[in-house]
């Protein structure tokens, strides 16, 4: 019998979307014979779009040495599919900073860790001298996307919910709860939202197996990247919902990535830094 | 009732009966608190890890150089160690199938604390660590109060330091 999510994937139209400027964007982006002035005219349609693709271009991450001002130079440093993955970024940011009921998260709780995540993803990457970094970036900040839709099904079945929270938290990761309570989790999800928006497929798989890097296949370096930026950020605190860390952590994917005890603890004490920086700043 | 909000590896002393000292959204950082109930101060360090460096800029930070520090801070401390009451709260971890230490930061810090406590002669009078859940943890100056909330249970309060109910 198909799942209230089944149903759900099988109409695309209640599947999150971008407003028509991303959405155009992201088509152009995608497309070789689009040239960056067609590009950037129809980005240029959403100020508040392009105000947000320009400051995350500008952060750490793309580690580029003269100040990025407009979407034509952002095109020509960082090329195509940074800018798409960035566009993406920004436009994600409605659905992120939205309150998600199932998961006990208030408005902006979701957004804040997803940037969190994105930051600890960038340090793990350079840390295990993983590349390009700026992807590992929009992964971090992309990987909890799925919660985005599952937020609802959850909410509706809040008490199915506790009933299982209550009965399994001892052997029961989150997700798995999510699997059998919806028969799909948020990472798989998430997977099919970043195909459902065309983005690289590495990025779709870096999502969908942040939760068990070691089934991404090729991409599992990505997938654990994130896995690890993501238990960073649960560690550290940020945007813990009624999931809290009930997550399972896949120490085999970490050892691989060349982690060694004590890694971990260190990459945490920068993202604790660069975190309160950002703090300061927002102030 | 004034709410200060203590942030990633932050610290504050109070002797303001009316304020309140807050970490909202603990995961495996640690709360600790001192209270003075003869001065009626509070300090709460929020402990983000197991260990740092000597001479390190923020010793909030880290549990083995938290305890000194946050002591020198509240000043004015009680004349024997039994009369500080102590709590420490937090220090969750993710559930781990396997055997390393890589990420079991929450662990490590509860027990880097308590040895850390241990060694300047202090004994946790309030000890709730553990588990998968994150932890908010608010302390009334004027009462010594504590209450911890974790969402979808009620609330713990540790009234006056010394034993849990529950509301």
Not at chain 1, 28 to 53: F, H, P, Y
Not at chain 1, 112 to 117: D, G, K, N, P, Q
Not at chain 1, 132 to 141: C, I, K, R, T, Y
Not at chain 1, 218 to 223: H, M, P, R, S, Y
């Amino acid at each position: 019998m198909a799942g209230p999510v089944d149903e759900m994937l099988d109409f695309g139209d209640k599947l999150p979307s971008f407003p028509t400027a991303i959405a155009e964007a992201i088509r152009l982006l995608s497309s070789e014979s689009a040239d960056n002035d067609q590009i950037a005219t129809v980005l240029q349609r959403d100020q508040g779009l392009v105000a947000q693709v320009l400051k995350l271009a500008n952060s750490p991450f793309y580690g580029v040495s003269r100040r990025v001002s407009t979407v034509k130079q952002a095109l020509l440093v960082l090329g195509r599919n940074a800018v798409r993955s960035l566009v993406v970024a920004a436009g994600s940011q409605e659905f992120l900073s939205r309150p998600q009921p199932g998961y006990l998260l208030a408005r902006g709780q979701l957004w804040e860790h997803s940037m969190a995540a994105g930051t600890a993803a960038g340090l793990v990457a350079a840390k295990v001298h993983y590349r390009p970094s700026d992807e590992a970036f929009v992964a971090g900040l992309l990987h909890d996307i799925g919660k985005v839709v599952l937020s609802e099904y959850l909410a509706e079945r809040s008490a199915e919910l506790a009933e299982l929270l209550d009965m399994r938290s001892e052997t029961m990761t989150f997700n798995e709860i999510e699997l059998e309570m919806l028969h799909i989790d948020h990472a798989t999800l998430g997977g099919l939202l970043c195909d459902h928006w065309q983005l690289p497929p590495r990025l779709g798989r870096a999502v969908r197996f942040h939760l068990r890097p070691g089934d991404a296949g090729d991409d599992w370096q990505l997938a654990s990247v994130v896995h690890a930026a993501n238990a960073l950020t649960l560690a550290v605190g940020i945007g813990l919902g009624v999931d809290g860390l009930q997550y399972s952590l896949d120490e085999e994917c970490l050892l691989r990535l060349g982690l060694v005890e004590g890694d971990l603890e260190v990459v945490a004490d920068e993202l604790v830094v660069q975190l309160n920086r950002a703090a300061t700043l927002a102030v | 009732m004034t709410t200060t909000t203590v942030g990633l590896g932050q610290w504050r002393v109070s002797r303001n009966p009316g304020e309140s000292l807050c970490i909202l959204g603990l995961g495996s950082a640690i709360a600790l608190c001192l209270y003075d109930p003869h001065a009626r101060a509070a300090a709460l360090a929020h402990v983000m890890l197991p260990s740092g460096r000597d001479g390190e800029e923020t010793p909030a930070k880290y549990c083995d150089l938290v305890v000194p520090f946050l002591l020198d801070k509240l000043g004015d401390a009680p004349a024997t160690p039994e009369d500080l009451r102590v709590a420490v709260l937090g220090g969750a971890t993710m559930m781990c199938r396997g055997t390393s230490a890589l990420l079991e930061i929450g662990n490590r810090n509860a027990a880097a604390i308590v040895a850390a406590l241990n060694e300047a002669g202090l004994v946790p009078t309030v000890l709730d660590v553990g588990g998968v859940q994150g932890r908010t943890v608010m302390v009334d100056v004027g009462s010594g109060r504590i209450t911890v909330k974790v969402l979808r249970q009620p609330d713990r309060v540790f009234a006056d330091l010394t034993a849990p109910t529950e509301v």
